[in-house]
């Protein structure tokens, strides 16, 4: 059976705990376990000592409490002491949980404490421990509710696209609440100056401080540290260590922590609270806290990246980085804006390089990308510091004058434009040659059509010979409907049976013999009549079309020619191939296939091939060529002089023939310098084993000279000119046109 005095200490127990497990705040429960302590056990003096300090104590006024003797005092398990103006006092000190705290109580005078009373001292500190961590751990629990509450709103405002400025503010000033610090802080390195950190955002700081401190070396201070240490970094005594900064320790900070800020995972700044007040230890949790708000400030950082690339992407071509279409016309929608209420005009430069699927398909996607970069590259250096260059996709590129007060100053550009394109250019360790078609429109009509006028200018200089630039003219827009007009045509003439051969005879030119004819293609059109080459064929290669009729054409040139046999003999047939038939994988079997379905000795078959072919002598070219020479045809190189004629590439390909251009021919029988640039050609073709054809003769002193001068073959007007193949047979039967 329990005595007396044990069931006196548990009833008092557990009275005490039901009155301190009552308080949810630590003060209160400090201030209400010693109120009952001193109740319960009837003492004039009770106290709490914890840390070197008097948390709370009954039986001195406030603010009158002795201090240092409470303290000595307590260090005591049992003591008789002076305390304050109260002369002797008796008493007892127990442990307060495990962490240092102990629990005094302590009467005037000499008497003692019973056992009774000891054990119920002892019992009320035990209690006491385990009430004060429970506020702490709900006071643990309601900051980090708050912590939550404050991250989840960081992470709002981060998710919405807030302003950085305004989320790395809510960062500061959240920290700032949060933990209670005066002073906070969040710093950034400088991109520009990797060695130096700027103040982004801060609380706290007078102006004249901040001013001073805004940038620093990134060897100095905490955060300093804490980016070079990659870790947090804690400071008990700012005033005595030496990662401080002075003009910090200046202004009484006393503790300090920094943690590093990630971006992508590289160290880019860091988050610093610090306080004036003595005596403040950053808890386990308070560091986390600080740890979370520097992670947030990285994802703002982290989303703010993401959206300007987003927004770059959005507005920019990934292969070269100039503007794309989209980011072209709202600059051009700004820049009509500003010329119409100024009274001014803007340009636009509408500029597709020529040859450049050549180059993509015989050196590779590889390499038409570094062309393309190099290209963007050049445009550049020739535009002003407010102009803008943009890529539309493939070879196509766009140029926007923002001030263009007359079309010759978008005309200039143009020309440097085309200059700086034709310059040599090297790619994958091979020289290339490119030049650009490029149509200028000026004005301040709406973007849209800017655009379009200047796309419609561009392909005008392509009609032109390419390699040049066109200002746009009115009557262009007719010309276009036209041209698409006509390429809609074109997708049902060949059905329709409206592509016919013409024929023109090719002769020895000493004797008027003629040796063989060519093939050229017309198109008999039901309204306007008989439409040449020039005027459809590069519709046709745009188009696509141009493999179907490559393809109708040699098939329907051998069969005439084997027709003719039995009447005409064993005539020599020349048939142009376009460089996209030739960058056919499929077209040295077409060859064969015509040949073997005809029955035309392939001996007797001459292809020809533009000098833009030669320009590209990638192994697939090369490679083709050699193909069709191994199937037994001739080759032959039609205009050669007009483009880019060099002796490394005449050597590179199997070529027989050269048929020098009628612009070469012109003249030789009236002047010296023209006959010396025909001889010239003559005897290069010879010193490599190619025979020369001359084309355009129109008169026999041209005939003539052209003989003398070595040149063997010949055709143009002088002979006869293209003809119907029901035409050209009653020539063909004499076999002499001209002596």
Not at 20 to 44: I, M, N, P
Not at 140 to 149: D, F, I, Y
Request: with cysteine.
């Amino acid at each position: 059976m329990a005595s007396s005095a044990e069931s006196w200490t548990t009833q008092q127990l557990a009275e005490f705990l039901s009155v301190v497990s009552s308080f949810t705040e630590e003060q209160d429960a400090l201030r209400g376990g010693v109120e009952r302590a001193a109740e319960a056990l009837d003492t004039e003096i009770t106290a709490l000592v914890r840390d070197g300090r008097v948390d709370a104590s009954i039986g001195f006024p406030a603010g009158e409490e002795p201090v240092e003797q409470l303290i000595a005092a307590a260090a005591e398990a049992r003591f008789e002491r002076e305390l304050g103006g109260l002369g002797v006092c008796t008493g007892l000190s127990f442990p307060v949980g495990n962490n240092g705290t102990l629990l005094l109580a302590a009467r005037v005078g000499s008497e003692g404490f019973t056992q009774a009373e000891m054990d119920l001292l002892r019992g009320m500190g035990k209690v006491l421990g385990l009430s004060l961590r429970s506020v702490q751990l709900i006071a643990e629990l309601r900051e980090r509710q708050t912590l939550l509450e404050r991250l989840t709103t960081l992470q709002r405002s981060i998710a919405s696209r807030a302003d950085l400025e305004d989320v790395f503010d809510a960062i500061v000033n959240g920290a700032s609440e949060l933990l209670g610090d005066e002073v906070v802080d969040l710093s950034l390195i400088d991109p520009e100056e990797p060695t130096v950190l700027e103040i982004v955002a801060s609380v706290g700081f007078s102006d004249d401080l901040l001013e001073q401190i805004r940038r620093t070396p990134l060897n100095q201070g905490t955060a300093g540290h804490a980016i070079t240490e990659r870790k947090p970094i804690v400071v008990d005594d700012y005033t005595a260590d030496p990662r401080r900064m002075p003009d910090m320790a200046v202004d009484g900070l006393r503790s300090v922590i920094s943690a590093p800020i990630y971006q992508r995972g590289e160290l880019v700044g860091a988050l610093s609270l610090g306080t004036r007040k003595r005596g403040r230890r950053y808890r386990e949790m308070e560091r986390d806290a600080v740890v979370a708000f520097a992670e947030h400030a990285g994802l703002a950082l982290n989303d703010a990246k993401a959206a300007e690339e987003t927004a770059h992407q959005a507005f920019h071509d990934p292969l070269t980085g100039l503007a794309n279409r989209a980011l072209f016309l709202d600059r051009l929608a700004q820049a009509r804006t500003r010329a119409t209420s100024s009274g001014g005009s803007v340009g636009v430069l509408f500029t597709d390089l020529d040859g450049f699927k050549t180059v993509n398909d015989s050196l590779g996607h590889a390499a038409g990308d570094q062309l393309l970069i190099i290209v963007a590259q050049r445009l550049l250096s020739v535009v002003g510091p407010t102009d803008t260059v943009a890529r539309f996709g493939g070879d196509e590129f766009a140029i926007l004058i923002e001030d263009s007060r007359e079309p010759i100053g978008a005309a200039r550009l143009a020309r440097r434009a085309l200059e700086v394109l034709e310059k040599v250019i090297e790619v994958h360790g091979r020289e290339i040659f490119i030049t650009a078609s490029i149509g200028v429109a000026a004005g301040t009509e709406e973007p849209q059509e800017l655009l379009r006028n200047a796309d419609l200018a561009m392909y005008e200089a392509k009609g032109q010979g390419k390699g040049r630039y066109e200002l746009f003219q009115s009557h262009m827009h007719e010309a276009m409907a036209q041209r698409l007009e006509l390429e809609l045509e074109m997708r049902g003439a060949a059905e329709r049976d409206e592509f016919v051969l013409h024929y023109q005879p090719i002769v020895q030119l000493e004797s008027g013999r003629i040796v063989g004819i060519e093939a050229l293609m017309r198109w008999m059109h039901p309204s306007r009549g008989l439409i040449g080459p020039d005027e459809f064929i590069p519709i046709a290669e745009e188009s696509g079309q141009i493999h179907a009729l490559g393809r109708w054409v040699l098939r329907e040139a051998c069969q005439r020619v084997v027709d003719w046999e039995d009447e005409h003999g064993d005539l020599q047939l020349t048939v142009n191939l376009s460089s996209a038939q030739l960058r056919q994988a499929s077209i040295v079997r077409e060859v064969s296939e015509v040949l073997d379905s005809t029955g035309l000795d392939p001996n007797r078959l001459t292809l020809e091939i533009t000098e833009t072919v030669l320009m590209d002598v990638s192994s697939s070219n090369l490679e083709r060529l050699a193909a069709l020479k191994k199937v037994g045809v001739g080759l032959a190189v039609d205009d050669f002089g007009t483009g880019y004629s060099s002796l490394q590439y005449l050597r590179r390909f199997p070529i027989d023939y050269l048929k020098m251009a009628k612009f070469f021919v012109d003249g030789v029988d009236s002047s010296d310098s023209q006959s010396r640039l025909a001889r010239a050609i003559v005897n290069l073709a010879h010193s490599l084993e190619i025979e020369v054809i001359a084309e355009g003769i129109e008169s026999s002193q041209q005939s003539a000279v052209l003989s003398d001068l070595g040149c063997i073959w010949g055709q143009g007007f002088y002979y006869a000119p293209p003809l119907p193949a029901s035409e050209i047979s009653s020539q063909l039967r004499s076999r002499i046109l001209a002596t």
